[in-house]
Every structure is written in structure tokens, then in C-alpha cells.
């Protein structure tokens, strides 16, 4: 479900860097660009909006010796997204457990059970996914492609 946001976030340092010269307009672009990116992926509003106040103040600000405002500015960026997904990568225990996806209409649940399962069988395991959807029309079909 995150797969583009990534691209997003690439996107938005490449016009950073790509810039010739950084100014307090380059600083708003990319700012308005990480929000668009966190927005359309759903991230909570006060959250965008704190992080990239955060980014602005910090980009704009201090800068430790020996690097440039573009390195700066990436580290800084770096460092404020880590902070909110979290710096370690979580273990997924192999045992057994019931999974909530919950989600809008196409916002990838389906597409989501089958990453898991794709991630569980390569651990080893044989999972299956199984169609019970008896009211929408087409059910099995449509997720059986
Ligand atoms: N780019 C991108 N597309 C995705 C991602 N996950 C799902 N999709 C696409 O989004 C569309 C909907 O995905 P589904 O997995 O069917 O979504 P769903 O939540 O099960 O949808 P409903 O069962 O209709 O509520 C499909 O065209 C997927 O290919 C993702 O991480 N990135
Ligand atoms: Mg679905």
C-alpha cells in the first residue's frame, strides 16, 4: 500500500537536488512536495503537518560544519521520516496469528494478503488465500487473476 509513497519521496529529493541553488522557495517546494507524497498515502494531518514544520525549521536552520544546505537538507529529511516510521526493523514471528486488514474500498487489503502470503512462503510456509466473499458479484474472480 506504501509502494508509491517511496517513489514520491524520491521524486520530491530528486527536484531538491537537482536545484542549482537552495533558497527559502526550494525549502517550501519541498516541503508542499513531502506532503502531497505523505497526504495521498494517507498519513494523519497533524502528523504531515508537524514533520514537515519540522523539516522546514531544521533545513532552513543550523547546519553542521563540513556539509552543504542540499546535503544537510537530505539528512535532515532522512532523519525526521525515520523517526516517525521508526528506526528498527520489526521480526515477524512465525506462529500462528490473526491479521486485521482494514481499509477503503481499493485502497489494497487484497493485494496486501497476498504480499503476506508471498512473505510467509518464502519463510518456509504454505499459505493459502481463500476467496469467502459471497455477496460481491464476481468475488472469486476478480482477486483470482
Ligand atoms: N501502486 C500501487 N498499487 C497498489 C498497491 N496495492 C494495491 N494496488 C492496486 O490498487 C488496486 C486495488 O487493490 P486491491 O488489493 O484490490 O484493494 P482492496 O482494498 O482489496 O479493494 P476492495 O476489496 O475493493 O476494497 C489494484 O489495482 C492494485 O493493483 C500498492 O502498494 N501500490
Ligand atoms: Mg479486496
Do not use: W
Not at 17 to 25: E, P, R, V, Y
Not at 58 to 76: A, D, F, Y
Not at 113 to 134: E, N, S
Amino acid at each position: 500500500m506504501l509502494g508509491g509513497l517511496s517513489n514520491k519521496l524520491r521524486d520530491a529529493m530528486d527536484r531538491l537536488t537537482g536545484k542549482g541553488s537552495i533558497d527559502k522557495a526550494a525549502i517550501d517546494d519541498l516541503t508542499r512536495d513531502i506532503q502531497r507524497a505523505l497526504l495521498s498515502a494517507d498519513v494523519d494531518v497533524q502528523l504531515v503537518l508537524e514533520l514537515t514544520e519540522k523539516i522546514k525549521k531544521r533545513s532552513s536552520g543550523e547546519m553542521p560544519p563540513g556539509l552543504t544546505r542540499k546535503e544537510h537538507i537530505v539528512k535532515v529529511v532522512y532523519e525526521e521520516l525515520t523517526e516517525i516510521m521508526g528506526k528498527t526493523k520489526s521480526q515477524v514471528e512465525l506462529k500462528p496469528k490473526k491479521v486485521l486488514l482494514a481499509g477503503l474500498y481499493g485502497s489494497g487489503k487484497t493485494s496486501t494478503a497476498a504480499k503476506l502470503a508471498r512473505f510467509y512462503q518464502k519463510k518456509g510456509l504454505k499459505p493459502f488465500l481463500i476467496c469467502c466473499d459471497t455477496v460481491r458479484p464476481a468475488a472469486y474472480e476478480r482477486d483470482n487473476r
